[in-house]
């Protein structure tokens, strides 16, 4: 809400009215609810990603208006007029995106002429905006971007500087309904400079999001763990599970008129999870695993390297994907054979016949082998079975050894993963780190650990 | 398609126009129509893509079924119940991801109980899947996963052998509704496996796509060198270029009642291509790098290692994604650090002062040095600045050698990538791979390369 809208209510001679109308722009901002079409086949047909209606879902919900729904559809005039139709009842914001570029004949546009009964009207600022953008492209102009300066009648007109499809506004009772190009950067453009600001005019609210993220637990087992907090949670507060391979991310979001109130409220729920289950929080916001253990060993100042079987590198992968990585991070030994398990990393013969490659033991020695080549304060180790094949008796595909070797010790775990070969490789990975991270926090942050 | 329009396409840089024009241009079969439902604030918030439904809609559309809308909704009952109601009515199947997990978000199974008038039931043989999966992963089944086994007495069930929500399928006139979970690969396996092999048993014509793997390329110069050949290609033969970081893939599709004709319709144009271009090509279908060498090796008999510096473990990353892989591929050093190569690679600390770590000299003694101690036919090094930071003069961020080992020869090639750190990663390692694939062919099968 605006300081000249408050200053119309303080100064409201009448006090009953004074209260309709803060009632009307309350309500008015706590339920402005959106509906989003995205028009173009090649979102149909599976041919790309429907990027757009993420960004602009996630762009409102942040601006604390609620997208009902997002419907994709494709290019025939039926698909758009029909989806205008259920769309347009009902809501407060109605936002298009597609169908609006040179190359099909500006089937979005004439549909909603049609639909708002108007007819196209040629725009004279828009034909200078196109023409002043080919100009500026060294470009000839064609006849099929000069019809683009055509516009419905009875649409409002938001100039596109940076495209040849102007952004085009129509109301619909109490209903407006917003047309914008699908270019990305356009639409992202208009969104951003013009009707995001529009919007948040009428609203006196914003969506705080936090996402909280975990690793060393399942779904249903953090679910049981949590359940009595869940319950105790506030109304204002909506918790999701957004699981992936090896990770959650608990995702809190709340509505308020004040951020630092709404992301203070949050962050007491965060503190009581904390208490909860203290070892599976890994981070916070999208943080991921690598990025968080980089932080630890920049504390630190300590140095990593790993020695990887089944893993194959992926975790050496993850750890440089960071930027500023080789900092700490020295390097690693992918030991596929045994040859290299042994010549490298000094794991014996006798140890990988009578224990195995897939062992307690190899992995422990993998782990102290590649501490001492490599002269790191860290170092981790994998070796399992990936599958689809190598499996033994005792031995099922997804069985995976992981130890962690620093200093003062030497760990190990035993895991036991599904049968899908990408997924082994990435739990052993995520799961390795977390190990790695749990190490690291224990022996440098003891007073803290689990806390 | 006019060779003007295609001229068009093809020199449009971004590729967008020459997206839409296919997109346009797409045959869609008549015979079978589709609408997606997607549930989970997760969507509608815009926190993730809706990479579900673009992959459902893609795998559909190559079945030759018309997907008319994908629906987005949020965890609600109500705007579960309503998209259901908008789309059971006049069409043959509706697809419903997501909602179906233990935890108190996933609300769709207890919505369409509802909706079909049906009660929960204990369902001993979704019991027994759920415990075995259990049992496999050595967790304890908690009462949520329990509650699992309870399906709408009026569905059928499709067994999820991977996870632990079932598939339930439920009939409304002439309309199927396929209720999925939303965790991607059971969706996936739960799709492939079981429904789309049902549904294309009632097709009578079907899209045929084929892709054409391509590397070492620009797109334009691509399009260039095609240009004669495309202008040729039948009417009823779709082209599109898709692009990745590296790799450009080069998609046919057709559609017809006989899979067969269509198939070998495609495959003639595509042997033509094969003339054209056939340095380029390293494979087909949506073959990867990795995999394709792996098919090399395994018939060459050879084994092959990588040393790493800027891919930091993602070429035997990758290398090892393909089963079977340790067949031929041995292991790996990671060289982040110039102690690393010097040591394990034999890099002299006078190569590294006076040449630096990113430097030919650095690159080819790096893959002698992994050839010697690994004893491989083949070894692949990379050295370079990923970025964003570590440019220094003459040697911005993007800089990349890449040295193929062989016991013939070493050969070096030096790269100017981009500053994306991730990007960099990603070519240099699929740019290396493609290096050594075509140094085997060419030691391997020296009659047939270039052909």
Same mark, same amino acid.
């Given at each position: ?5 408050? !200053? ?19 309500? !008015? ?131 596109? *500087? ?76 909506? *918790? ?11 995702? &809190? ?6 951020? !630092? ?176 991270? !749990? ?9 803290? &650990?689990?806390?």
């Amino acid at each position: 809400m605006t300081a000249k809208l408050r !200053k119309k209510i303080r100064t409201c001679p009448s006090g009953y009215l004074r209260k309709q109308i803060f009632i009307l722009l309350h309500i !008015k901002s706590e339920d402005m609810k959106a509906r989003i079409i995205t028009i173009g086949d090649e979102i149909t047909t599976g041919y790309i990603e429907n990027t757009n209606a993420t960004w602009i879902c996630r762009r409102l919900t942040e601006s604390g208006i609620t997208v009902e729904y997002v419907l994709a559809v494709g290019d025939t005039p039926e698909s758009i007029q029909n989806a205008v139709e259920l769309a347009i009842a009902g809501t407060d914001i109605v936002i298009i995106t597609g169908g609006l570029g040179p190359t099909r004949d500006d089937i979005t546009k004439t549909t909603l002429t049609n639909f708002f009964n108007s007819e196209l009207v040629f725009n004279e600022q828009v034909f200078q905006d196109i023409s002043r953008l080919f100009a500026s492209r060294g470009f000839a102009m064609s006849e099929l971007n000069r019809k683009q300066a055509m516009v419905p009648a009875n649409c409002r007109v938001i100039r596109n *500087l940076i495209g040849t499809a102007p952004a085009m506004v129509f109301t619909h009772g109490k209903t407006q309904l917003f047309s914008l190009p699908g270019v990305p950067f356009e639409m992202k453009r208009l969104m951003t400079d013009s009707i995001l600001p529009e919007l948040k005019k009428n609203l006196n609210q914003a969506t705080v999001f936090k996402t909280v993220m975990i690793q060393g637990i399942g779904e249903s087992h953090l679910a049981e763990l949590l359940s009595n907090w869940e319950n105790a949670l506030p109304k204002d507060i909506k *918790l999701s599970y957004l699981p992936s391979p090896g990770i959650i991310k608990l995702r &809190f979001s709340s509505t308020g008129s004040d951020i !630092k109130t709404v992301e203070e409220h949050i962050q007491t729920e965060i503190r009581k999870l904390n208490k909860i289950i203290p070892g599976y929080i890994f981070g916070y916001e999208d943080i991921t695993m690598e990025a968080a253990i980089g932080k630890l060993l920049n504390t630190t100042q300590q140095s990593l390297c790993t020695a990887e079987s089944c893993t194959g590198g992926y975790i050496a992968h993850l750890l440089t994907s960071v930027p500023g990585s080789s900092a700490y991070f020295k390097g690693s030994v992918v030991a596929y054979s045994n040859d290299i398990k042994n010549n490298e990393l000094g794991v014996s013969k006798e140890t990988l016949d009578t224990k195995g490659a897939v062992s307690q033991e190899t992995a422990e020695l993998m782990a102290g082998g590649a501490l001492k080549k490599f002269g790191c304060d860290y170092a981790i180790a994998t070796t399992g079975i990936a599958g689809p094949d190598g499996a033994t008796p005792g031995k099922p595909v997804g069985t995976v050894w992981i130890a962690i070797a620093s200093a003062s010790q030497i760990h190990s775990e035993k895991f036991q993963f599904g049968d899908d070969r990408q997924r082994n490789i990435r739990r052993s990975a995520v799961t390795a780190l977390n190990l790695l991270r !749990k190490r690291i926090e224990k022996e440098n942050f003891p007073q803290s &650990f689990g806390l």
